[in-house]
């Protein structure tokens, strides 16, 4: 049973830092990709970075160069550095997962993945 849990959501002020974790258990981790996903309160969730089983990228670019998304096979943990945060960042995070990759991938989709976790609040003052 895939599992996902998302933790080092918080308050931040504007310019701030902070790094999500999301641990797996459940499946194959090394195989799968993996998305970092927000959604503020009325709005529609909305891809944030993808990362596939070889470790290509995809960022949405209200968060290029000041976000990254890596991941630990080794720890089955999905990382999401972010700097420079804005109040506009503001909304929970959640973390993605689906067994399949390719090109789609680039489309940041949630419809796109079939696993997710609880979510992580993320809050940034001015």
């Known amino acids: 049973q895939v599992h996902l849990v998302e933790s080092g959501g918080g308050s931040v002020q504007s310019g701030g830092s902070l790094r999500l974790s999301c641990l797996a258990s459940g499946f194959t981790f090394s195989r799968y990709s993996m998305g970092w996903f927000q959604q503020a309160p009325g709005k529609e969730r909305e891809g944030v970075a993808t990362?596939?089983?070889?470790?290509?990228?995809s960022y949405a670019d209200s968060v290029k160069g000041r976000f990254t998304i890596s991941r630990d096979n080794a720890k089955i943990t999905l990382y999401l550095q972010m700097n420079t945060l804005k109040p506009e960042d503001t909304a929970m995070y959640y973390c993605?997962?689906?067994?399949?990759?390719?090109?789609?991938?680039?489309?940041?989709?949630?419809?796109?993945?079939?696993?997710w976790g609880q979510g992580t609040q993320v809050t940034v003052s001015s």
């Open positions: 990362i596939d089983s070889s470790g290509r990228t």
């Open positions: 993605a997962a689906d067994s399949r990759s390719g090109w789609w991938l680039q489309r940041r989709r949630a419809a796109d993945f079939g696993y």
